[in-house]
């Protein structure tokens, strides 16, 4: 078997023959009359026609020899049959394109449509040109890369290789339009924030650093646009939206990449049992629309979204899972005993709050399939949430599980400024006790929120996620074009 360097030296003598012949290897222009989609699905009244038309794409097989050729190519919308008929293309053509042209060229084929003595519909070439010579062979047409790392890091290979990769992407993009068409219709303005911050606030993570030379400032790359977007309630903009990403210095898993896709949405005048109700309702037409039915498989398990979304608060699942009979009075050596015995690791470090949520993702929400929503945090573990009103102690927030999988959050906004500097107060307290994923304090949002903000609604969903429950992918890195991987040795 030739090594992949002698294939690409044998390739490389083919676009040189093709110099030698006059021919440009990689031409400026080409000619498409029609998408091989559009051939197909007009080849009727095509075919009748009886005119030459030109076609483009790159070749996936080569079958035939002799005086016959049969060329399979793919234009990216469909994949059609040439075939190359000695007598009917210039003889000095024909056999230029036997000695040239590899599986993976892109050509344009001039010709007529016609069917086969086998039914199939396919192109008779009077004409060729070459698009683009490719140097190295494509991978294995029935296998593809087997190795997944390959996969990941060759993204263009993948998708290339697997229409079931490729429709995965397609189906992402369908998801986003989808949730565009769904907030726009209730007349949400879709808005961009930076990704550039001066401080890392909105969420509860570790953030990439990077620095400014003309300005001679640090930044941070954005874990959260939530403190801009709540900034444009205070700036008089009622509903608005944003989907872009953030970046979060977190480790990878399964559900975890560093760079990933949010939807984030906030409503003035409103609070979280509003957005209970549209998020459900947001999130069963987009799966309605995307996969045309209300129940799916993921992950081996029928997930259901014929019923209403269930409710069940924090503490409870905590008690019922993880057997914590007190979790809103448990200390923190107490809840360091119980992560030990729970197999749960911790950190010395962390605030009671975060070793409980710890708890909570590593003992509870596994068991959590069909959609659940969760209610009732304690007020230290969302310092952006508005206290309840017959409990300061407890948030009015909720999550959103499917699949043993969180993918939605939500709360009242908080609007009281006095109220959010005292809780960023609390997170500087968490972070010098060495909580490196504890908020910062913000003053610029604290001076904003005191000339006013009006109560609301917000929610947080994450697009790769909901990729991954509506696609039946079981990592976050099979939804992500182009995700996050450690450089080849």
Known sequence: MASL?????????????????????????????????????????????????????????????????FCDFSDGTETFQALLKKGEVKEKKFQLFKDTIDIGDFVELKGNLFVTKRKEKSLLVSDWSILSKSLRPLPDKWHGLQDVEERFRRRYLDTLMSEDVRNRFITKSKIITAIRDFL???????????????????????????????LDIDLYLRIAPELYLKKLLIGGFPRVYEI?????????????????????????????????VRVEKLLKTVAKKILNKTSFVYNENKIDFSKKFKVVSYFDLLQRYALITNPGSITKDEALLKAKQLGVDVDKNDSLEKIIDSIYKKVCRPKLIQPTFIIDYQANCLPLAKRKEDDPEIVDAFQLVIGGMEFVKAFSELNDPLDQAERFEKQKIYKKEGDSEAQAGDE??????????????????????????????????????????????
């Open 444 to 489: 610029e949002f604290l001076e904003a929120m005191e000339y006013g903000m009006p109560p609301a609604g917000g929610v947080g969903i994450g697009i790769d996620r909901l990729a991954m429950i509506l696609t039946d992918a079981q990592n976050i890195k099979e939804v992500i074009l182009f995700p996050t991987m450690r450089p080849k040795e």
């Open 5 to 69: 360097d002698e294939i690409r030296q044998e390739r490389i003598k083919k676009l040189n023959l093709l110099k030698d012949n006059g021919i440009n290897p990689y031409p400026i222009s080409s000619k498409q009359n029609f998408t091989l989609f559009e051939v197909l699905d007009n080849f009727s009244k095509l075919s009748k026609q009886k005119k030459a038309i030109k076609l483009v794409g790159r070749v996936m097989a080569l079958r035939g020899q002799g005086a016959l050729v």
């Open 184 to 214: 726009d219709k209730d007349n949400f303005l879709e808005v961009e924030t930076p990704l550039l911050q001066p401080l890392a606030g909105g969420a509860s993570a570790l953030p990439f650093l990077t620095h400014h030379n003309s």
């Open 244 to 276: 872009g990403r953030n970046f979060r210095n977190e480790g990878i898993d399964a559900t975890h990449n560093p760079e990933f896709t949010m939807l984030e949405f906030y409503e003035s005048y409103s609070d979280a049992k509003h957005q209970m």
